[in-house]
């Protein structure tokens, strides 16, 4: 998993020569959050993608078994992780103009930081668990409908994060 803190360990001689110039410090690591962020989304969008291969697997299994009836939960669970997916790819970096100096609440990075820990840790859960379990073959429509319990949270940890970057979280 992506760790925004540890960008400065991959930095060259130019980069810390910049670093070194009043006002660009902040730029740069303006410039690493918002990159990290994008890291983070896209992996964890590429982690729900690849777990989508056994549940088309098990749908078709389903089909050819002629249960088109237990069709119904598993196109619901497939369309809400295509909905995440594009909401984990499709988010704004943000604008990051050069002279854009915006003071970061270093608390509420750290606590979002930790927030992303936590969504990308529910993501890699959740795909494994879709991974292991659709394969088998006989999923039961309880599991399915858990494993869609486990999307809509992630969609809302997603949606709290958001409002944790805007200000208007609580926590």
Do not use: C
């Not at 486990?150 to 200000?167: H, I, P, S, W």
Request: no cysteine.
């Amino acid at each position: 998993m992506i760790d925004p803190k540890r960008h400065s360990e991959h930095r060259g001689g130019i980069e810390s020569f910049l670093r070194s110039i009043p006002g660009f410090r902040g730029y740069l690591e303006k410039d690493y959050r918002q990159e990290s962020d994008h890291l983070l989304r896209q992996w964890m969008a590429d982690r729900l993608q690849r777990s989508k291969r056994p549940l088309d697997a098990a749908m078709t299994a389903l089909i050819e078994a002629g249960r088109i009836d237990q069709l119904t939960v598993w196109e619901r669970l497939k369309n809400r992780l295509d909905a995440l997916i594009l909401r984990f790819r499709g988010a704004v970096r943000g604008y990051n103009g050069f002279f854009d100096f915006v003071r970061v609440n270093e608390e509420l990075l750290d606590q979002v930081y930790q927030h992303d820990q936590i969504l990308a840790q529910g993501v890699d859960k959740l795909a494994g668990a879709i991974e292991q379990t659709a394969g088998s073959g006989d999923v039961s429509e309880t599991t399915v409908r858990q494993w869609l319990g486990q999307v809509e949270e992630l969609d809302r940890a997603f949606t709290k994060r958001g409002e944790m970057l805007n200000g208007l979280s609580s926590s």
